[in-house]
């Protein structure tokens, strides 16, 4: 679709709307930003709007051109609209939107949007758990080896912000989140990974089958020519696997494969054509938990899809340490370890974490309510959690399922810092405090990173006994 002179309304005034908006500008077209969030004043939105335009510094770009409406849509603007372009938590089963819908006006999101101007090679990866951890290493990957690479998306980094600036030669990874992908219709990319679906923003999405719809998206407009990554040990992916346009390529962390990446023992192995081939002890990563080694298995096939030479990304994963928040040892103080999963927000993922720890455990969790069940959670506290805290809107909903399981060694805290201050009074030396709440943090912050970010600083404000 041509952008140019094009009347779009992009709803939603955050990262993504911002960035939307100035890209737009770029290519011509006429952007409405929208956003029925009262209490916003279009003068902090023009100054985001010029901050971001500084950021980019894209010559020529004039943020007066986007159009700012806050509070009620006029008629004639809705009416005018040619394209619509959606944040990431904007629902795309609401009345307004199917109201375009209805008029067949196109419905996109940010990712469908930046990728009318991508140039290059595309790796795309999702999955319920694991994808930051995987996009982060796949990009060092593909840094160390092509002379230009980019990572965007659910990670932080707006695709629009740099699909100009995308080549031929270029490769661009990003993690991508089943809203992103909900509207994606011509995105294509030339490596996919699916690392594993379990369920996950039910609020949302309604049921397991339209989440699972959702993430499928990523390998709709593949071909034989591409690849697709998928973990054989999750039934959701290995069923993918059946219809995927893609070539597709299995990693298992519980048995031995003909074709694709396993972990036998404590070794990991690379069978293709016909030939297997050690690669690497787990011991030699500096990740923990049988879900690191599933997210290095998956970037392996990632880079050989890529043709990376096997020397040069084994390197990489060798040195590779965890992304901040996700499992990430902060400190060992008084004789007790503290490890920061702030990016446990949902039960799977929690779970991980539990299984990742070697000490016994006193674990913080609880915030906001997605519609996750938790049976899973507490079912893998066996030999793992001697204490837990629970905080936020969902601690009397966990406490009941704790009860029902028979775990009854958990108190309320009324904040986060209460929460912290009753674990450091549970954990003895030899134990390790983890902050894994199998919750997203809306309620009490405003994402997982300002929750893990107070974790880090109370644990650092620790003092050494005497």
Known sequence: MKLAEKKVLVVGCGKSGIGAAVFLVGEGACPVLFDENEKLTEKEVREHLAEKIRELAPAGIDGTKVEVVLGKLPGEKRDQTELLVLSPGVPVDTPFVEAFRRRGIPVWGEIELAYQRERGKVIAITGTNGKTTTTTLVGEIMKRHFETSFVMGNIGYPYTDIADKTTEDSVTVGELSSFQLETIESFHPKVSAVLNITPDHLNRHHTMENYIEAKNNITKNQDKGDFCILNYENEDTRKLGEKCPAQVLYFSSARRLEEGVFLEGEEIYLARNKKT???????????????????????VLIAEAMEIPRAEYLEVIRTFRAVEHRIEFVREVNGVAYYNDSKGTNPDAAVQAIYAMSRPTVLIGGGYDKGSLYDEWIEAFAGKVKF??????????????????????FVFAESFQEAFEICTKHAACGDAVLLSPACASWGMFPNYEERGKLFKELVYQIKERE
């Open 277 to 299: 081939e050690r690669l690497m002890s787990i011991h030699e990563m500096q990740l923990v938990g049988i879900c690191n080694v599933e997210n290095v298995m998956a970037a």
């Open 388 to 409: 837990l805290v629970l905080i936020g809107q969902t601690k009397e909903k966990i406490a009941a399922c704790a009860k029902a399981h028979g775990f009854e060694d």
